[in-house]
């Protein structure tokens, strides 16, 4: 099946026959749904914490902190803005010249409440001897809209969100990349340094590049800090083969595989590359402006102080079950551990040997850890927080995707419609076992987890192949723990009229 041409195509990317066998086999008998026991609500699986416990946990983080530990922000910021101005995009090229829509109507009605104006009035200055006001005054509404997306103006149509002049400030305007340095400044520092790492495309990391050195002076003047800023791409081997509706290999007119990127889950492996205990990871548009980032950083504290004050207490039952001096109590305590603070329950527990059960145990609590933010459900879509059947029989924490469960399942769709609670992806990771030493990232990848969408090439329909999503079938085999936070921890910008709600105003 696969040509010589093929394999030199596969060596260069990184990829394995192997790999792509699996990926064939994927397409032609697609991925199972999830078995699930129930979607986690407060008290069953979720952590509603009182004022006392979280004024304990953010005191355990800064004594974490203050012990000097590695902590990186870790930010996936590839993603375009295009999906941002889809609205404007269609005004563009609508068969009218005025705003007709509601949407519309908001942009140009509340065009000075944009951090962008600034930088948008000068561009029509540039591009059309006129500022904004004189254009909407003549009419010309689409050399406004134009001057905002296309490469001669602002080009923001094409740039990643990271990019984009969110908020506006007395004497500036900030891009989502440095609100994320100010808020490692606020909860992900140490000994006065702070680690963030950015993922980003490779066609715009010198532009990413290009902002941080000039931004980078101001902040670490304005917080008395040091960054430590990098940047990583998603790797080729990470592509995954694009296929026929007939289940073979895809290839395009001059006879080449097509690959396409395996999606946010390939970044399991940049995750996994850094060289840290601890890493913050949150999506590059979920953030506010100062006055707003006092409950930010309060919560992002008490998650990672609920983290390490987990892991240390697994840490030490695991050195007790290694040591091998252990009581029937011990194992009692760790068993309890295992249900109540990691949320795995077991149905086979009480029917193991006691060599098996140690052994079982020992794997619960030498594992990857991560904590979890979670907000009740209004509607904005997202991944579930569930607690679902994994391969082996255990029942654990995960958060899913609504591809993920069986819509012919009634009592599946039940839980998933009524679930309380989603997750906006707030997470704080740790990565390292009780040894100091980095954990295999890609072990712990449930490949079963995966989905096919159906795209096209030139005309040609297609089906493309995700990998298992960072959050979800990539962390699958992670210890997870949910922890419900104020749903104003979550602002996400989806539409460029997100950013005219008032926690996105200065």
Not at 277 to 294: A, M, S, T
Not at 387 to 408: F, H, K, M, R, V
């Amino acid at each position: 099946m696969l040509t010589e041409q093929d394999k030199i195509q596969l060596q260069e990317k990184g990829i394995t026959e192997q790999q792509i066998e699996a990926q064939l086999k994927c397409f032609r008998e697609g991925f199972p749904f999830l078995k699930l026991r129930a979607a986690a609500s407060v008290g069953n699986g979720i952590l509603r914490l009182t004022d006392e416990e979280v004024d304990k946990y953010i005191a355990a983080w800064n004594d974490y902190k203050n012990e000097g530990h590695h902590i990186t922000k870790f930010v996936p910021a590839s993603g375009a803005a295009s999906r941002m101005f889809k609205n404007m995009f269609e005004f563009l090229s609508a068969d009218y010249d005025e705003p007709t829509t509601p949407f519309e109507k908001k942009f140009f009605e509340e065009i000075h409440n944009f951090a962008f104006y600034p930088a948008l009035d000068d561009s029509c200055h540039v591009n059309e001897g006129k500022g904004v006001d004189a254009l909407i005054e003549e009419g010309n509404y689409k050399a406004v809209v134009a001057n905002m997306l296309e490469e001669d103006g602002l080009n923001y149509g094409q740039l990643p969100k990271g990019l984009l002049q969110f908020h506006a400030y007395p004497d500036e305007a900030r891009t989502p990349l440095e609100e994320h340095l100010v808020e490692a400044a606020l909860y992900a520092s140490s000994r006065g340094e702070a680690d963030v790492h950015f993922t980003v495309s490779h066609e715009h990391r010198e532009l990413f590049e290009e902002l941080v050195e000039r931004v980078l002076p101001e902040y670490e003047a304005k917080f008395n800090i040091k960054y430590h800023v990098t940047f990583s791409e998603q790797k080729p081997s990470t592509d995954t083969l694009a296929a026929t509706m007939d289940n073979e290999p895809f290839r395009t007119e001059d006879g080449k595989l097509l690959f396409r990127p395996g999606g946010h889950g390939a970044l399991i492996q940049n995750l996994g590359d850094l060289d840290s205990e601890i890493v913050f990871v949150k999506n590059i548009d979920n953030v506010v402006p100062d006055r707003l980032k006092d409950e930010t950083v309060k919560f992002k504290q008490v998650l990672a102080g609920v983290l390490v004050s987990t892991q240390k207490k697994a840490f030490e039952l695991l050195d007790i079950l290694e040591s091998g001096k252990y009581t029937r109590e011990d194992i009692l305590d760790i068993i309890q551990f295992v249900r109540h603070d990691i949320f795995t329950d077991v149905p086979g527990l009480k029917i193991m040997e006691d060599a098996e059960l140690v052994e079982f145990l020992k794997g619960e609590l030498n594992r990857p850890m991560r904590v979890c933010g979670v907000v009740k459900n209004v509607g904005e879509p997202g991944g579930g927080p569930f607690l679902a059947y994994n391969p082996d029989g255990t029942i654990s924490a995960q958060i899913l995707e609504s591809s993920q469960i069986d819509n012919n399942n009634a009592d599946y769709m039940k839980m998933f419609q009524q679930g309380t609670h989603f997750n906006p992806v707030d997470l704080v990771c740790a990565i390292r076992n009780n040894k100091g030493e980095k954990f295999d990232l890609v072990k712990y990848v449930d490949p079963a987890t995966g989905f096919i969408s159906y795209k096209s090439k030139n005309g040609k329909d297609l089906k493309a192949l995700e990998l298992p999503g960072l959050w979800n079938g990539a962390m699958s085999n992670w210890s997870t723990i949910f922890v419900e936070v104020p749903l104003g921890t979550f602002n996400p910008v989806k539409t460029v009229n997100d950013l005219l709600r008032n926690q996105h105003q200065g």
